[in-house]
């Protein structure tokens, strides 16, 4: 690869990382939803200051006869998601400054591994750091379950009431997570569900190199389906010299 390629790479890197961070601070100290009256603020934070499991939030939105009406359980969620977030009980911007702190960390992390993995996952914290944060730790999960498996497993059990039944003493969470029309059953809520769904079944995908080998080998127009490679691999020629060594044999590398 020429030395002009791999300083537009580096430049790109660079630069997105730089377009995100932006994103993500501008958002969070200028937009509204730092008030007391948007729906997030007003079940996240008062939750956190209440036992898990014990604020009921209800919230109404519109006019008749389109008027919404949510009564809502806040944080029907497992007791390690509770336990991930704890800092929501300090307030609006100590939550927001930990969640960016954990977002470079991990971005950090992920770069050491794969450079264009980890941009994928920061563009994704776009959206997961801002306008959803209840989520950032599920994408943290399926992002790192491209490397882990059990990871990848402890995505969806986190956004599971897992430990309710233990701190409550009965199901009661764990039937109005499945009932309710506040929760899963709930349209609105459908596609974050399929967003969740399609970042997990791509961290899954990578534990399949020869699919991806095979995929890859189709986008470069070549014949042959030998060995298996990942589709940000060093056969790439934009991408040569910013994969590890063992995400160019298409292994699943290891944390």
């Known amino acids: 690869m020429s030395v002009e390629k791999q300083e537009l790479g580096t430049l790109i890197f660079y630069c997105w990382i730089v377009a ?19 729906p997030f603020n007003g079940w996240f ?9 014990s604020l009921w939030w209800n919230y109404t939105a519109g006019q008749p006869p389109h008027q919404i009406v949510i009564h809502f359980l806040a944080g029907p969620y497992s007791l390690l998601w509770w336990f991930l977030n704890l800092p929501g009980h300090f307030g609006y911007y100590p939550f927001f ?16 591994k794969s450079r264009w993995y980890a941009l994928y996952f920061l563009t994704l914290t776009v959206w997961f750091t801002t306008y959803d944060p209840v989520d950032f730790w ?11 498996v059990a990871l990848l497993v402890l995505s969806p059990l986190t956004k599971l009431p897992i ?6 003493g009965n199901l009661s969470v764990w039937i109005w997570t499945f009932t309710s029309h506040d929760s899963f059953s709930g349209s609105e809520n459908w596609g974050r569900y399929l967003l969740l ?5 791509f961290a899954l995908a ?34 040569q010299g910013l994969e590890s060594e063992e995400d160019n044999e298409g292994e699943v590398a290891e944390i």
Request: proline share 5%; aromatic share 16%.
């Open 206 to 239: 990578f534990h399949f190199p020869k699919v991806w080998g095979k995929i890859a080998m189709k986008i470069r127009g070549n014949a042959s389906d030998e060995g298996p490679s990942e589709p940000f691999s060093d056969e790439q020629p934009e991408l």
């Open 163 to 168: 430990g309710s039944e233990l701190w409550t």
């Open 138 to 148: 599920i994408v943290v999960f399926a992002v790192f379950g491209r490397y882990r």
């Open 97 to 112: 400054g930990y969640l960016l702190i954990c977002d470079i960390a991990i971005f950090a992390l992920l770069a050491r």
């Open 197 to 201: 769904g399609s970042i997990w079944l």
């Open 45 to 53: 934070f008062q939750a956190f200051q209440q036992s898990p499991y």
């Open 20 to 38: 995100a961070e932006i994103i993500k601070i501008g958002y969070i100290t200028t937009c509204e939803c730092h008030g007391s009256g948007q």
